[in-house]
């Protein structure tokens, strides 16, 4: 499966900085969990979640495997991208391919590194950005809607559907307001998905500050804050910097670090929470004594989908999910002890699994 968080902003703002420090940790991690860079620019990460630990403890279980997410470390935009300045279509082709964007802002200042456009300002650095992807995506919608005009009017069903979403986006968009701000129902989100769209991507902003606001953030990352606020968007301040240090300290050491500098956890492990939630992800568990592991679902799945990530047989002769609230799985400590409150339920194919439901799935070959 694997969902695809894209790193993007202007050049010089310290993707690649943090890129590194994501991979790095993965790798100071490979020692424990399977893990795999799949190109130079992608990435895989373990999601932090400390509900994992609390599991296997109860259960005893031998390993603990997190579920992970994927980043991919695109290379910096200049305006005028959707023109095909700089490495514009290729740029624009990788955004496409993602499931999120993670926009990185600069905030920090050092007058050793140039920013491109010659100044600090994290918020019209957003803007410059998303308007690139706001510009090709309209073009992109103008050159389809005479096609769809013409197939709407012999009566195509899909082709009226879409003509109705576009007639939507196209005035948020002339209107300097990217796609994802369209007022869309659950029924219609299949085929506003199909548009493919760069701007209808879930967002979040990862403001760059300096090593000194770490953990406080600063002015100019504040000013990112509120303005996502206002968005309804998620927003998240760390120090690249600061992360690819934290990333190479043996684990013993890092600790210590993080509490020199005021941090509870490590900025990374909040951006990679925060970008499992802008997709939509939620977390099922598998507990038991060889390992407690982590799955990835979409919020919605029905119990055999859920059971088809693991395997495609679960899903075909799915029977029912034994199903424990991860909660209750905690409080009456494990899984014989739900069973005799009553707490462990069964199960059947129409089920919505929640998040930190701990499953056991029943099905026959
Ligand atoms: N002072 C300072 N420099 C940073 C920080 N983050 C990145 N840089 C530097 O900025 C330069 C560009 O960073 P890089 O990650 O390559 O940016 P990219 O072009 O967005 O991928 C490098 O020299 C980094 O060391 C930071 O938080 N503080
Ligand atoms: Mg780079």
């Not at 999601?47 to 991919?72: H, M, Y």
């Not at 492990?269 to 499992?276: F, M, S």
């Not at 029905?302 to 495609?312: E, L």
């Not at 707490?343 to 099905?363: C, I, Q, S, T």
Request: proline share 4%.
């Amino acid at each position: 499966m694997g969902f695809k968080c894209g790193i993007v902003g202007l050049p010089n703002v310290g993707k690649s900085t943090l890129f590194n420090a994501l991979t790095q940790t993965a790798a100071a991690q490979a020692a424990n969990y399977p893990f795999c860079t799949i190109e130079p620019n992608v990435g895989e990460v373990a999601v932090p979640d400390p509900r994992l630990s609390e599991l296997a403890a109860i259960a005893g279980s031998k390993e603990i495997i997190p579920t992970r997410l994927t980043f991919v470390d695109i290379a910096g935009l200049v305006r005028g991208a959707s023109k095909g300045e700089g490495l514009g279509n290729q740029f624009l082709a990788h955004i496409r391919e993602v499931d999120a964007i993670a926009y990185v802002l600069r905030c920090f200042e050092d007058d050793d590194i140039t920013h491109v456009e010659g100044r600090i300002d994290p918020l019209s650095d957003a803007e410059t950005v998303e308007t690139e992807l706001m510009v090709a995506d309209l073009e992109s919608l103008e050159k389809r809607v005479g096609a769809l005009e013409k197939r709407a009017r012999s009566n195509d069903k899909e082709a009226k559907e879409q003509l109705d979403l576009v007639n939507r986006v196209l005035p948020l968009l002339r209107d300097g307001k990217p796609a994802r701000l369209a007022k869309i129902a659950e029924d219609e989100r299949a085929a506003f998905d199909a548009l493919n769209l760069l701007t209808s991507k879930p967002v979040l902003y990862v403001s760059n500050v300096d090593e000194g606001s770490a953990a406080t953030g600063n002015a100019f990352s504040a000013r990112v804050d509120e303005s996502a606020k206002a968005e309804g968007a998620v927003s998240v301040a760390i120090s690249a910097r600061i992360e690819s240090e934290i990333a190479v300290l043996p684990e013993d050491e890092r600790k210590e670090y993080l509490e020199a500098l005021g941090l509870e956890q490590p900025g990374l492990d909040r951006l990679i929470n925060a970008g499992y939630q802008l997709l939509g992800l939620v977390t099922y568990f598998t507990v038991g004594p060889k390992e407690t592991r982590a799955w990835t679902i979409e919020r919605g799945t029905r119990a055999p989908q859920a059971a088809g990530v693991i395997h495609s047989d679960f899903e075909k002769g799915f029977i029912r999910a034994e199903t424990i609230a991860y909660a209750d799985y905690v409080t009456l400590k494990g899984e014989t002890g739900a069973k005799e409150a009553g707490k462990m339920r069964l199960e059947g194919k129409d089920y919505v699994v929640a998040d930190g439901d701990v499953l056991h799935f029943r099905f026959a070959n």
